[in-house]
């Protein structure tokens, strides 16, 4: 019996004005996603219509989300969107679970224009969370600023769009399904292929499973213990981990994908990966990571549960990258760091004689870079690591990276820690995140401030706290020329140096959910000295976060108390 075609159906709409993308798409409550007519659609069709139509027609997107609420639901709006846009081909993870690396391994294995992520990273999930819509472009990473505006210029004054609300996609079906739709000479196509396959196959080629393998498994085996956290990185914990290396099928918890990420934020740090630290500070384990809801942020702990900052991570990746077999054939480039991050990896370059590039947060700052052939591996403090294998933060890669060097230097994380310190120096560190807070203060909070550290004045003062005198060498709002395409990006953040190399770094996120802005305030002192790398964290950069607290007035200012986390 012959079905008749799906019909295409125009929708009037009216714009909304807060679809302006920020440093990882459009983020807002699910509420908003879910309750307000149109507003999905709206974002949705203003991703599209940012492409070219000669590009998008018949062209192929993947599709992905980290599991939590309303992302079923959106995948539908966006599968009927997409044919009704001309969109030729949709590939899309089993039952819709696509990490955020594997989106970008996909784009590029398979040559998409790019690919749509539903995701709010660490946020939290559930109806009462938050929600979020990344576009990714062609290179697999996120779209830089012009797409970005593209994108918002077009949601400012969209008064329709395009959609064929008859379609229907069954996830949990692998295969492909082909559609007719009306006045559309060839049928549009979506292909359910498995989350893990392509990824796992990158990685095969990247590391050195068998050495892996040995280290995981064996009368010596090393111990670990991985926490997924509910979101997406559950299966590729057990394919990877487990099935494929060996580890225990104990060695991992929280593996099953949540809606709600078990009613807790998906964020590997020591606030919300709490069952993990405690786990690793009973001494039965030693490795232990977690990962956040997709799949691109991550955190390593040691024996007896030793926390290795991720702005040191990177620079320990950086110093051991010989003993990943694809470093080994390709060379390394270059390494970048956003400016946020600390300048540890910046002394590995210069022991390494290679570039380093400063860059502003956004992994999208990263992408010409590696297009380039300038960069190798890049990190951002915010517990992300990831190299030019794809164009994403990788968190299971980072994982991997570091079984690599263990397996390799045959010592725990913690021997390994503190032997890159005693070589290239500690750089104390820590954020202190002010979260939920009234727009409008936060603004004008940064906004006098650049003034103060921009006025002449300023960088001739001294501040005393204790005995600890602090001599400011220089200060600016952080600009970045683009050394590829010469794009500027201004406004990127406040930076004070120190006469001693400290810093203190000021800067308002965009990574949120839409409700109150938030001030990140970030503190670094380096010390060479071998005898004093065993200090608290909290106690060496205390007189630099007095100062940071009195230049800004930010308790004052915004009634605050306190910062809501502390990483």
Same mark, same amino acid.
């Not at 992520?117 to 990473?141: Q, R």
């Not at 969209?158 to 559609?179: K, M, N, Q, T, V």
């Given at each position: ?62 599709? &992905?989300?980290? $599991?939590?609420?309303?992302?079923? /639901?959106?995948?539908?709006? @966006?599968?009927?969107?997409? %044919?009704?846009? #001309? +969109?030729?081909?949709?590939?899309? &993870?089993?039952? $819709?679970?696509?990490?955020?690396? /594997?989106?970008?391994?996909? @784009?590029?294995?398979?040559? %998409?224009?790019? #690919? +749509? ?7 939290? $999930? ?442």
């Amino acid at each position: 019996m012959e079905t008749s075609p799906i019909p295409v159906v125009t929708v009037q709409t009216a714009p909304f004005d807060d679809q302006r993308p920020g440093t990882n798409g459009l983020r807002r409550k699910t509420a908003a996603f879910e309750g307000k007519k149109n507003y999905l659609q709206n974002y949705i069709q203003s991703v599209l219509s940012s492409i070219d139509l000669r590009d998008r027609q018949g062209c192929t997107m993947v599709v &992905g989300s980290d $599991g939590r609420y309303f992302s079923r /639901a959106a995948i539908e709006v @966006i599968v009927q969107m997409a %044919a009704a846009n #001309g +969109i030729g081909r949709l590939v899309i &993870g089993h039952n $819709g679970l696509l990490s955020t690396p /594997a989106v970008s391994c996909i @784009i590029r294995k398979i040559k %998409a224009i790019g #690919g +749509i992520i539903l995701t709010a990273s660490h946020n939290p $999930g559930g109806p009462g969370g938050d929600f979020g819509v990344k576009f990714n472009v062609a290179n697999g990473g996120p779209s830089p600023d012009t797409v970005m505006e593209r994108i918002y210029q077009v949601s400012r004054t969209l008064e329709e769009y395009a959609i064929c609300p008859d379609l229907r996609i069954d996830l949990s079906r692998l295969g492909r399904h082909d559609f007719d739709l009306e006045n559309k000479f060839k049928p549009f196509r979506v292909e359910i292929v498995d989350s893990v396959d392509v990824y796992l196959q990158l990685l095969r080629n990247i590391f050195d499973f068998s050495a892996i393998k040995s280290l995981l498994t064996g009368p010596n085996q090393l111990k670990i213990h991985i926490d997924a956290m509910n979101g997406v990185m559950g299966p590729y914990v057990r394919r990877i981990l487990c099935d494929e290396l060996g580890a225990p099928a104990n060695s991992a918890v929280n593996c099953v994908p949540l809606e709600d990420f078990g009613g807790r934020p998906p964020e590997p740090n020591l606030t919300y990966a709490t069952s993990l630290v405690d786990a690793m500070k009973g001494g039965d384990f030693g490795f232990g990571a977690a990962f956040d809801a997709d799949g691109d942020r991550y955190m390593i702990l040691g024996e007896n549960g030793f926390f290795v900052n991720p702005s040191d991570s990177v620079a320990i990746m950086a110093a051991n990258l010989s003993t990943i077999p694809y470093f080994r054939q390709l060379g390394v480039k270059g390494f970048a760091r956003s400016m946020a991050t600390s300048t540890a990896l910046d002394r590995v370059a210069k022991a390494m004689k290679l570039a380093l590039y400063e860059t502003p947060t956004g992994w999208r700052y990263f992408g010409n870079l590696m297009d380039s052939g300038r960069c190798s591996l890049c990190g951002e403090e915010s517990f992300g690591t990831g190299s030019d294998h794809i164009r994403e933060k990788d968190g299971l890669w980072s994982v991997l990276v570091w079984l690599s060097i263990m397996a390799a230097r045959k010592q725990g994380v913690e021997q390994i820690v503190r032997e890159h310190w005693a070589k290239f120096g500690r750089n104390y560190f820590c954020r202190f995140d002010y979260e939920g807070l009234d727009p409008r203060a936060a603004f004008y909070l940064m906004k006098d401030l650049d003034s103060v550290i921009s006025d002449k004045a300023f960088t001739s003062q001294k501040f005393a706290v204790g005995d600890h005198v602090y001599s400011v060498e220089r200060a600016d709002n952080f600009e970045y020329i683009d050394p590829v395409d010469g794009t500027v990006a201004r406004n990127q953040g406040l930076r004070i140096v120190f006469s001693d190399t400290s810093r203190l770094v000021f800067r308002m996120s965009g990574s949120g959910g839409g409700l109150g802005a938030t001030i990140r305030i970030y503190a670094e002192s380096f010390e060479r000295d071998p005898e004093r790398h065993n200090r608290e964290t909290q106690v060496v950069l205390g007189p630099l976060i007095a100062i940071a607290l009195k230049i800004s007035n930010i308790h004052e200012r915004t009634g605050r108390r306190g910062p809501n986390i502390i990483t």
